[in-house]
């Protein structure tokens, strides 16, 4: 067992080493604009000084998207979903990325392991609208509801559930 632990220790580091970390906003200098491209659209990032923080300025044209405390959030603000930031955003002067993409051919056998599948949601029912169960001499349900009460043996339509109770018990007395 300890020598599995050994193993798994070696690829992490191994892997930490050669995919790099995402840069922090405080590393960036203030004025440095950025961009993407995400499904056709290209949007632009630009890092400034608020209340004494630093944060990424999101735009998609002129309009501001918002502002970011770091690279990932900001590229989640133009995606709706979780991203790598130091991979996404590239500068706008030179066209690289932050981080450069990790290349697992060289991680060897630090790569990531093939994804467990994900377990199945039972079945769900057939949407639709479900059948009420009617009314039968002497089992005490009186009728269904729909938007009138309906005797469940002759299927009369009557106006409230107490009509219901009186029709069965005069019309089909039980034996």
Same mark, same amino acid.
């Given at each position: 067992?300890?020598?599995?632990?050994?193993?798994? $220790?070696?690829?992490?580091?191994?892997?930490? &080493? =050669? *995919? #790099?970390? *995402?840069?922090?906003?405080?590393?960036? /200098?203030?004025?440095?604009? =950025?961009?993407?491209?995400?499904?056709?659209?290209?949007? $632009?990032? %630009?890092?400034? %000084?608020?209340?004494?923080?630093?944060?990424?300025?999101?735009?998609?044209?002129?309009?501001?998207? #918002?502002? +970011?405390?770091? =690279?990932?959030?900001?590229?989640?603000? @133009?995606?709706?979903?979780?991203?790598? #930031?130091?991979?996404?955003?590239?500068?706008?002067?030179?066209?690289? *990325?932050?981080?450069?993409? !990790?290349?697992? $051919?060289?991680?060897? +056998?630090?790569?990531?392991?093939?994804?467990? /599948?994900?377990?199945?949601? +039972?079945? &769900?029912?057939?949407?639709?609208?479900?059948?009420? !169960?009617?009314?039968?001499?002497?089992?005490? *349900?009186? #009728?269904?509801?729909?938007?009138?009460?309906? @005797?469940?043996? @002759?299927?009369?339509?009557?106006?409230?559930?107490? $009509?219901?109770?009186?029709?069965?018990?005069?019309?089909?007395?039980?034996?």
């Amino acid at each position: 067992m300890a020598r599995k632990k050994e193993r798994q $220790d070696k690829g992490k580091a191994a892997r930490e &080493s =050669l *995919t #790099g970390t *995402t840069p922090r906003l405080e590393t960036l /200098p203030v004025g440095m604009r =950025l961009f993407r491209n995400y499904r056709q659209e290209r949007y $632009d990032a %630009e890092v400034v %000084e608020q209340e004494g923080q630093r944060r990424l300025r999101v735009m998609k044209g002129k309009k501001v998207l #918002g502002t +970011a405390a770091s =690279l990932s959030k900001g590229a989640e603000l @133009c995606s709706n979903h979780p991203e790598r #930031g130091g991979t996404v955003w590239r500068d706008a002067k030179t066209g690289a *990325t932050l981080l450069p993409v !990790p290349r697992y $051919d060289q991680l060897q +056998a630090a790569t990531p392991g093939p994804r467990k /599948p994900k377990a199945r949601k +039972a079945a &769900s029912k057939k949407a639709g609208r479900k059948r009420t !169960p009617r009314a039968k001499e002497g089992d005490g *349900t009186n #009728g269904t509801i729909r938007r009138s009460w309906q @005797c469940g043996i @002759c299927e009369v339509k009557l106006p409230s559930q107490k $009509d219901v109770t009186d029709h069965i018990a005069k019309e089909h007395p039980a034996k």
